[in-house]
DNA sequence: TGGCTATCTGAAAGCGCTTTCAAAATAGTC
DNA sequence: GACTATTTTGAAAGCGCTTTCAGATAGCCA
């Protein structure tokens, strides 16, 4: 890094008040907050008058006091996990452009996959005055929801479903399970597991009790040795898949927790000399810009984080309206076959 | 997408205020925002009273009211052409982690690459009452800085250098042309270049000029049919390469304007049976996290995203705390040599 | 103990906007 | 033209916090 000397930069003036533009208007400030925000009521000479001058003015109503008069903030925080991770970004992004359609403006914030810092976090948005708040997955620090009811202010949770709590997502379980029946469909026995850390997260927990139980559903197990966990992205599939193999008879395929780790493992496999899919099928999650064009294009369990987001806002417009809404919406993830996925070699079978 | 009816849900409750803060510990607001604030000159008796009260109490100060009352509102806003870009994802990660050291709440918003839009995003958040501002780029709609400037708030540019704003970012045709001249020393002399839209965005811009003036000092030139302007992705990166051979005799080596756009074009490559680097060399930009596992190993520009990001928050805290601050601040990008960069082959070289 | 600082503390005045309430202006009626 | 029903309007009261300013307390020394 390089600082080159420039110019030293200095600051300010006052900008205009609702106060000087009700003087150049000749009207009350009342008259200007009427125009400004709409209300019916105002004749239209002045009305004229008012929006003149807060044009000649460049007037903009200052934010914090109408928030402290209003009582809303028109702001909502969003809470994810990791802000760099696509299918988070992807519903921030969809997120957002629901609430900006309704006025609000949102504030996002990481919480790094723990629950002390996502409560930090929470509280650090609460603070500000938030008036709704989004948060990923139905497992939280006890206090969180204390504080949010606190606030009275509506919450909704994102891409799990929750037995108590509003959400909008999907069930992961289900999901993964029918990955692993499609594996098992295909002729595969032997199935493994590479999941990002699943420490107070409930959707790669999910994941792995739906495979373990579809897989048992069909007579097969999940092996301890095949149920991996490790941290996220390309290289954690590289060691998750190496960690695989160093346990026995390797699988001949394998559900990944996102596609960065099947990437992956995909890359490990065939360092290690195997043929993906002949002699390894590999599942993905999330269907990422990347899959399709891996080789082979990798078969993935598409989420819809676009719909999420937009669910996600919706839900949380309408309560800050007042207005009734249902506390569960689902939307269900999506498998898409590709070209990673394959039946076994006849020779791996047994 | 599926709606499970539920439970209707409801709200709210007052919270608590300073004064039944104050109310409860037996002294003043006044007292109380002295703790709260940890201004010295409290007691230790009184200031135990009231930090005792505000937690029973659950007290969190009003957000609106402090911002109004201090006028600051310990915000800052970003606005980027693309918030489900990698790069601007990491600039934002580490501006953010920076502000909220600071105390501050980072507000994103998304332009699109379309000038008005940023406007319009800019307006927005200036409306919210943001204390600083992050952009991308040197290229704004004309009333941007006008708008900036009756706020009176500090504002800094990212990713490119200005010649009259603040800014931290880095010569943008100063590294291209470096990579340009490391294709022409492995004895390269057709080469080609695939940027994203150019359009209303210096950094794209900057990055083919770098690499043309790079070549003209080498008495080479960037042929027309071999300067493809696309939009970004990996398909963007296919299409463009596609185009590129439909122009002539192929480059043997191309850079391209981000990983994603590299990957697409080694995937066109190789499935017209090229080899690369054997072919083809290629570089990227941005160094994304895939970069390292394609195969090749992609070659590319490692731009300090982070660094970035730092700097810039560093340097809007400081100028919103009113301290001097240099006016550019240059982070140097990085050439990573990778293996899909080689020599051409002999008998392309004529 | 009295007198004089040095500390602490609370009352009160904003910050800039919205909104209520009652007065002023206008329109409508007979 | 007097009188009532409507609109329009502005004065003023907050919203909840910070901060100034002056008064109350405490601390010290003679």
Redesign the pocket.
């Known amino acids: 890094m390089l600082d080159v000397p420039g110019e030293i930069l200095e600051p300010l003036a006052r900008s205009p ?3 000087d533009v009700a003087h150049r208007a ?9 125009v ?2 709409g ?5 239209a000479d ?1 009305r004229e008058a008012v929006m003149r001058a807060a044009q000649d003015l460049g ?1 903009v ?2 934010g914090a ?2 928030a ?4 809303r903030f028109m702001a909502v925080g969003a809470v994810v996990p990791n802000i760099e991770n696509e299918a988070f970004v992807r519903v921030l992004s969809s997120f957002q452009e629901r609430l900006r359609q309704a006025g609000y403006t949102l504030v996002a914030a990481n919480a790094g996959y723990d629950l002390e810092d996502e409560l930090r976090e929470a509280t650090f948005l609460l603070e500000r005055g938030v008036d709704g708040l989004m948060l990923v997955g139905d497992i939280h620090h006890p206090d969180l929801h204390t504080r949010i009811a606190r606030h009275g202010i509506p919450m909704v949770q994102t891409f799990s479903l929750s037995r108590e709590r509003p959400c909008v997502g999907f069930d992961n379980a289900a999901s993964a399970a029918r990955a692993a029946n499609y594996l098992v469909d295909l002729g595969h026995r032997r199935i493994g597991v590479i999941s990002g850390l699943r420490k107070d997260n409930d959707r790669g927990g999910a994941r792995v009790t739906g495979i373990a139980q579809a897989l048992a559903a069909r007579g097969l197990r999940l092996a301890p040795e095949h149920d991996i966990e490790i941290s996220y992205g390309i290289g954690g599939g590289r060691d998750g898949f190496r960690q695989m193999l160093a346990g026995g008879p390797p699988p001949t395929a394998i559900i990944c927790g996102t596609d960065q780790i099947a990437f992956g493992a995909m890359i490990e496999a065939r360092a290690r000399g195997l043929d993906v899919p002949g002699d390894l099928s590999v599942i993905g999650h999330n269907d990422s810009d990347f899959a399709p064009f891996l080789d082979p294009a990798l078969t993935t369990i598409r989420i819809h984080s676009a719909e999420i987001g937009h669910a996600a806002g919706d839900h949380l417009i309408a309560r800050m309206q007042g207005r009734p809404v249902v506390r569960l919406t689902q939307i269900d993830a999506e498998l898409i076959l590709r070209a990673s996925t394959a039946p076994p070699r006849k020779q791996a079978l047994d």
């Open positions: 008040v609702a106060r000749g009207v009350s400030t009342a008259t200007v907050s009427r400004l925000n209300s019916a009521g105002v004749r002045k007037f109503a200052n006091a109408r402290l008069s209003t009582r």
